[in-house]
């Protein structure tokens, strides 16, 4: 089990980032949680195997294929 801190950055409030991401974890068997923060991104600690974790991150890029290109993951920090 790997613990990640996860931080997005671009245009990802106020246009159902988060639901993204929440469904992107139901869907890759991860746990955790995630919130907006007041600079604008949005931070999320997701909780599971390396390849649930990589499937997380896949599944956001394919979810809402409305977002674009115009996010990306600013930060991935490991949590112990």
Same mark, same amino acid.
């Given at each position: *089990?790997?613990?990640?801190?996860?931080?997005?950055?671009?245009? @990802?409030?106020?246009?159902?980032?988060r639901?993204?991401?929440? @469904?992107?974890?139901?869907? #890759?068997?991860? @746990? +955790?949680?995630?919130?907006?923060?007041?600079?604008?991104?949005? *931070? #999320?600690?997701?909780? +599971?195997?390396?390849?649930?974790? %990589?499937?997380?991150?896949?599944? %956001?890029?394919?979810? @809402?294929?409305?977002?674009?290109?115009?996010?990306?993951? #600013?930060?991935?920090?490991?949590i112990?």
């Open positions: *089990m790997e613990r990640i801190r996860y931080r997005y950055f671009g245009h @990802v409030q106020h246009r159902g980032f639901y993204a991401c929440v @469904v992107s974890a139901e869907k #890759a068997h991860v @746990v +955790g949680w995630v919130r907006n923060e007041r600079d604008g991104t949005v *931070m #999320a600690e997701v909780q +599971g195997t390396k390849e649930a974790q %990589l499937d997380y991150i896949r599944r %956001l890029t394919y979810i @809402v294929p409305g977002f674009g290109n115009d996010w990306t993951v #600013a930060s991935e920090t490991p112990d």
